[in-house]
């Protein structure tokens, strides 16, 4: 217990520590702004035209207020914005994440919203099914309007499939299990080819030189997994937790989970996946798709446009696998906008806020082409600029239509979950440590939720 004490306390400093460097250079000049500007920060550069846009026609609709947007990217976006928090200059508006704000609401950073929303009867049966819900924090309080969301599947090279002799009907039905995998391990058997040209389903295939992977994976998963193992666990009849989304008590040495990412593992063993090294030498996941390294790669319906760059490929979307429990299931994630709790510009902010969460700000959004809007009424909008963009996302919709779909996991120590499982998880698929090691990660992390409960 002393251990985990130390190593949370030495999190915390190391967060402090972090944000410190950043302290001259992140100011949002409040007090040179007037009652009516909003900063607004967002970190994903290829939104910024879209809300650009949407700070034009909502600044026309309310001349007494303007929005003034600053984009960074992932990883400083956080160390500045907890920045912000300890120098009392973070942005009056900013893009949330089911993963953070958990924290956030519980250091009293961000700004319940729940008298703003009743006082101007904001309809919440607008957005997509659950993503309402899931801006509510553990205390019953609301963080946040949706503005977009996002689920998981397969991007494939195309070309690659069609040498394989594997069809679409093939990719659109896969089914898994943890013990062989079932169709789904047998097609990336037969995607993955060694270097003298021999498929993994053929005599003589050499896993020792493979030229292409049948699947490519970005990272070890951690504790959430989203883009890597997530839907296997699912599938297999696993639940990160009690009390989902708000983890009470975690399940990470479950046996369900276990054989799933022993099975999972075991693709590199058998040569049909790289080695843990090899996906972290450097290169991304789809750099390393688009130079045709690999078959095809899972990955969240936010990355549409990354692949969509890759010119070098020609790329297709293809559903998750059915498991043992007998259908598909997907993580639903999404974004929202929150308010500083710190914010001297509250009315403005709470406008901002509710105009993005409209259907005007999202029908913006949807013509964009970028991100599915949370709004469910502007998808026809999406889907017909992903369509025009060459993209049939059916794929990422079907688990939402279908209510086959789970949450982002979430808890006020994510921060302390993530920085158990994450060593936990890169050990046993570096073949450090087996998977049953993970039964010891998740003690670790229970106990750090029996302490801060």
Known sequence: MNSLMSRRNLLKAGLAALAVPSLAACNNGAA??????????????????????????????????????????????????????ISDTAPDVFTGHSSKYPLFADKGQVLPIDDYVAKDNVDLSIYQKGLADRWIGADGKRYGLPKDWDTEVYFYNSAFTEAAGISTDQLNSMTWNPQDGGTFEQIVRRLTVDAKGRRGDQPGFDKENVKVYGLGYADAGGGDGQTSWSWYAAINGWKYSQGEPWGTKFFYGDPKFTET????????????MPTYAQAKSGVDVTTSFGAGKYGM??????????????????????????????????????????????????????AWVKFLGSQTAQDIVAEAGVVFPAVAASMPAAKAAFAKSGWDVTPFLEPVEAGDVFPYPANPNAADVTAVMTPAMESVMSFEAEPSSLAKANDDVNKILAVNT
Not at 261 to 272: A, E, H, N, P, S
Request: proline fraction near 5%.
């Open 32 to 85: 040179a702004r007037g009652p009516g500007e909003v900063i607004y920060w967002l970190w994903d550069s290829a939104q910024l035209p879209m809300y650009t846009e949407c700070a034009k026609v909502f600044h026309e609709q309310n001349p007494q207020y303007t929005v003034t947007i600053e984009q960074y990217g992932w990883n400083d976006y956080w160390s500045k914005l907890v920045t912000g928090f």
């Open 261 to 272: 990412i022993g099975w999972w593992r075991g693709l590199i063993t058998k040569g049909l």
């Open 297 to 350: 790669t899972p990955n969240g319906s936010w990355m549409l446009g990354t692949y969509g760059q890759l010119k070098q490929v020609k790329t297709k979307l293809a559903r998750l696998p059915i498991g043992p429990i007998g259908k598909r299931m997907s993580m639903m994630n999404g974004l929202a906008d929150t308010i500083w709790a710190g914010t001297k510009r509250r009315d403005a902010s709470w």
